[in-house]
């Protein structure tokens, strides 16, 4: 049995003792009873024997309870200690400890009011327990009142060192539970307490333990105060470990006030001291021979929050050497960390891996996850910036999983980004888009919008890479939005512009030219001239593709206006070749005449000779389109010539063409053969199929010109065959319409018929609706030159139904008008009679009088001759407003004539009168008598059938 053991059994015996004489005399035994019960207890808890301790305290608890009741005062300070012991207990008593505890405190309270009579180191002693246990229950603000009262008890006693040490150890405990700013106030009177004292190593220690708890409480700069004197306390103090420890916790706090420079100067005499220590070799000096990393380390990161990379590397490297040394992973881990960023800021991006690479390990050993997985992301980004992407794929991974694995959803998707970074660049589109949606989901937890955009815009180009536009899209649209509520107009702008361009990829191309219109008008919010030109130079190639050249016309001069202030003709010649191709859309052949020398002029300024060769010959198109083909022949042969210097062989031939072309319309044929002759070879030359095809057609037109038909037609079937061997239907379709019109110019009617089909059936394919329709129309003139009524009848209704897709009114009324016509040739009036009534209709809505006028005749004709006078009627009716709005005399007379026996038949009587007494003025008033009596007569009818005689 050990001496502990030993020392319990007189506790044991003086207990049986008491209780012997407690049962003679209760009342003036209790007290000795729980006195000898709580010496037991605590005899016994010193031994570990917690249950035995535990029952033994609580019984001597009741008996002071049971005595408080008549004497409240009595021994406070043995039941404030029991209480205290209680709140002690085991885990498994956690409530009954807190109750304990509660009760222990304000025991000491009591103490503290009625201390009369107590010894003044008895009453210091039980106020500084009641800080203890006050603080245990989380009231801090009194637990300090408590410390400080027992701290002034001693004071009173003339003992201030213990009163100093009292208020350290207090502070240390509040700093355990993280109460800094109560803490903060314990150090300083100690400190104060100390320097009375003349214990400057103490005072020193207090206030590098103030200048900790202050730079804690978010007050760096009274901590920089505390720190400060603290270091010139222990000033040329041995062992020199302290000051170089001062200079440190000073150097922390400069560097919490954000002052650096001043962190890295305080850092460098803490590392020179801690060298000069090292080279004496006193171990005195040292403390202990052990080298210390942290002036190093800190020195090293001041410089790094200067930006001052290149001076970290030193001071970093050997920090990180003394705590390998040392066996101090966790140190060691972090100054890696310092050096490889500083190694990153400095382009060694070789050495910053292997430094992220040994600091997450050491992290990982150590247990730090947290800081493993920012090394883990920083390796991620350095990795990326040295193309080694699978690698980045792997450290952001981990990243990412750490972050996760910690609940930290902000590390976790900045990880992920960077994954999606990685992924983009090896080409795994697909697993881009997912990490970065997965990116966006967190930080829209978050509420940080602006990141979450980030990510999302990322997502948004993963998924474009992979052809997923619809889902790029939405992802880009989201973006925008996260931006606009973010404030960051830049970024939403670039935004907007990027989900323009995906939704023309997917032809939403009205959607795309809002969106463009949206970042324009950002652009000029923010004064982004540059971002506002770009978006116009975009926003006009959508507009002018879309054949919206009225309002891609103005969009172009703005562009245009933007990139000539900006000295930028290249784009300003661009942007003028696309006006001049918009005007001339619209019929300003003039104005694209324009637009088109300004590009010649801007691309010359540029030095592109390719893109002045090319606005040579647009404007040369420009030239012939409006007669002038003196000045398009000199155009022409101006880009011929650009081009030919650059041996661009294509763009030499086409514009050679422009030359012919001029040349036929000045009336020389000869020479434009030669000149389309030199082109078509120079096109066969290069084996551009299609651009020879081209040429032959302007060859065909100039022999053509020339009266050698018969070689013209030849040469148009060439081009028709190049045409179809390049795969370009519209061109073999355009190309075979101009060779049906020489074949119907020589009556080749016959020949016409299958080539018209054939163009119509191309245009049809390539849903070319216009061209298909006037196709039709030629094959309908072959048909009936030829006497095939029934199949014109059915190429009629062909074009009937193309039409209305082009909104050709004039060419679809007329279209219904010689079917109609036609039938009506063939006896079939019940089919003219609604295909005149269309045609009469389609007249009125485009204001064709004339032309409307000679439907409703017809039809007024037909339906007669099919007795359906309630249609004839209304038509003669309209078609004699028509000619009395036209002033056709002759027109109005047949009308009044054959309106007026219609109406006799159809019995409206009293109208019949009116309007023949108006055909017999009518045709009195032109001296024809037959007429008039013919009305007359009319008139005559329908008097006797009102009974009224013959008038």
């Known amino acids: 049995m050990g001496r502990g053991e030993e020392a319990l059994a007189p506790a044991e015996e003086a207990v049986v003792i008491q209780r012997q004489l407690a049962d003679t005399d209760f009342a003036a035994h209790c007290l000795g009873l729980a006195k000898v019960l709580n010496n037991l207890g605590t005899r016994l808890l010193a031994l570990g024997h917690e249950e035995r301790a535990l029952a033994v305290t609580r019984e001597a608890d009741d008996l002071f309870r049971q005595l408080a009741l008549t004497h409240p005062t009595v021994d406070l300070p043995e039941h404030a200690d029991v209480r205290s012991r209680l709140a002690r207990t085991p885990s498994k008593v956690r409530e009954e400890a807190l109750a304990a505890t509660r009760e222990a405190a304000e025991l000491y309270r009591q103490l503290d009011e009625t201390f009369a009579g107590v010894e003044r180191a008895d009453l210091a002693v039980s106020l500084g327990k009641a800080g203890q246990n006050l603080a245990r229950l989380g009231r801090y603000e009194e637990a300090v009142t408590a410390v400080e009262r027992a701290a002034a008890v001693h004071i009173e006693r003339g003992d201030r060192r213990r009163a100093a040490e009292l208020l350290l150890e207090s502070g240390h405990a509040l700093m355990g539970m993280r109460r800094s700013k109560d803490a903060a106030a314990l150090f300083d009177g100690a400190a104060g307490h100390f320097r009375r004292t003349g214990a400057r190593v103490l005072e020193a220690t207090a206030l590098t333990n103030l200048g900790t708890a202050l730079a804690d409480d978010g007050r760096p700069d009274e901590a920089v105060a505390a720190c400060e004197r603290a270091a010139a306390a222990f000033r040329g103090a041995r062992p020199r470990i302290f000051e170089v420890a001062a200079l440190t916790n000073l150097s ?176 795994r589109y697909a697993e881009a888009a997912t990490a970065c949606g997965k990116a966006a989901a967190l930080l829209r937890e978050t509420g940080d919008h602006e990141r979450e955009a980030h990510a999302l815009a990322n997502r948004s180009e993963a998924l474009a890479r992979t052809g997923r536009f619809e889902e790029a899209i939405t992802a880009c649209e989201e973006a925008a939005t996260g931006y606009r509520k973010a404030g960051n107009r830049e970024r939403e702008r670039v935004m907007l512009h990027t989900l323009a361009i995906h939704l023309v990829q997917v032809h939403r191309c009205a959607e795309a030219i809002t969106a463009y219109r949206q970042a324009l008008d950002i652009c000029r919010e923010l004064g982004d001239r540059d971002g506002e030109l770009a978006v116009l130079l975009s926003l006009s190639h959508v507009l002018a593709y879309e054949g919206r050249y009225e309002e891609a016309v103005p969009v172009c001069e703005q562009a245009a206006s933007g990139y000539r202030e900006a000295g930028d003709p290249a784009h300003e010649g661009e942007v003028l070749d696309r006006l001049g191709s918009a005007l001339m859309e619209l019929g300003r052949v003039e104005e694209s005449v324009t637009a088109r020398e ?155 018929v299958p080539t018209y089909e054939r163009a119509a059936a191309l245009f049809r394919e390539i849903d070319l609706a216009g061209m298909e329709g006037s196709a039709l129309l030629n094959l309908c003139r072959a048909l009936r030159a030829l006497d095939r009524d029934e199949e014109a009848v059915t190429a009629y209704r062909r074009a009937a139904a193309v039409y209305p897709r082009t909104g050709d009114r004039e060419r679809e009324s007329q279209v219904h008008f010689h079917l109609a016509h036609l039938l009506e040739g063939m006896g079939r009036s019940a089919e003219a009679a609604p295909a005149y009534r269309r045609a009469a209709e389609l007249f009125r809505a485009g204001e064709d009088l004339a032309n409307e006028g000679q439907a409703l005749f017809r039809l007024g004709i037909v339906t007669v001759g099919l007795r359906q006078y309630e249609e004839s009627v209304p038509a003669f009716e309209r078609y004699l407003e028509i000619c009395r709005e036209t002033a056709d005399g002759q027109g109005e007379g047949m009308a009044l004539l054959l309106l007026g026996g219609l109406l006799v038949d159809v019995g409206r009587y009293e109208e019949a009168v009116t309007v023949n007494q108006q055909a017999a003025d009518h045709f009195r008033r032109s001296g024809n008598p037959d007429s008039v009596n013919l009305a007359l007569s009319h008139r005559g009818k329908a008097l006797r059938a009102l009974g009224r005689g013959n008038g």
């Not at 990393?293 to 800190?298: R, S």
């Not at 792997?394 to 998707?413: I, K, M, N």
């Not at 404007?619 to 022409?636: D, S």
């Not at 020389?668 to 078509?680: D, L, M, N, Y």
């Open 598 to 752: 300004r590009a010649v002029t801007a691309f010359r300024a540029a030095g592109d000779a390719r893109g002045e060769g090319a606005a040579y010959g647009a404007l040369g198109e420009a030239l012939l389109r409006w007669g002038r083909h003196a000045e398009a022949v000199a155009a022409g042969r101006h880009a011929a010539a650009t081009h030919r210097r650059s041996g661009d062989r294509a763009r030499e031939a086409h514009a050679l063409t422009v030359v012919g072309r001029g040349l036929n319309g000045q009336g020389k044929p000869r020479k434009a053969i030669t000149v389309c002759t030199e082109a078509v070879e120079l096109l066969r030359g290069t084996g551009n199929g299609r651009g020879e095809a081209e040429a032959l057609l302007h060859l065909g037109d100039a022999l053509s010109s020339a009266g050698r038909q018969v070689e013209s037609m030849a040469v148009v079937r060439q081009a028709v065959g190049r045409y179809r061997e390049s795969g370009d239907p519209r061109g073999e379709g355009l190309a075979l319409y101009r060779l049906g019109e020489g074949l119907m110019a020589e009556a080749r009617y016959g020949e016409a």
């Open 252 to 427: 922390n706090a400069l560097t919490a006030a954000k002052r650096h420079a001043e962190a890295a100067e305080v850092s460098r005499r803490a590392a020179a001291l801690s060298d000069e220590t090292d080279e004496t070799g006193v171990t005195g000096d040292t403390g202990g021979g052990r080298r210390e990393g942290l002036p190093f380390h800190n020195l090293g990161n001041a410089l790094v929050n200067q930006g001052r990379y290149e001076e970290s590397l030193a001071p970093t490297r050997q920090a990180a050497a003394i705590y390998r040394e040392n066996g101090d992973r966790p140190r060691e881990a972090d100054s890696l960390s310092n050096l490889a960023d500083a190694l990153y800021e400095t382009d060694r991006l070789d050495e910053a891996i292997t430094a992220y690479r040994r600091s997450a390990a050491l992290f990982h050993e150590t247990g730090a996850r947290g800081k493993e997985a920012r090394v883990l992301s920083r390796l991620g980004t350095t990795l990326l910036r040295t193309r080694r992407y699978d690698e980045a794929v792997t450290a952001t991974q981990q990243a990412a999983a750490v972050f996760r694995e910690l609940g930290d959803r902000t590390g976790e998707a900045s990880a992920l980004i960077n994954l999606g970074n990685a992924c983009t660049e090896t080409s």
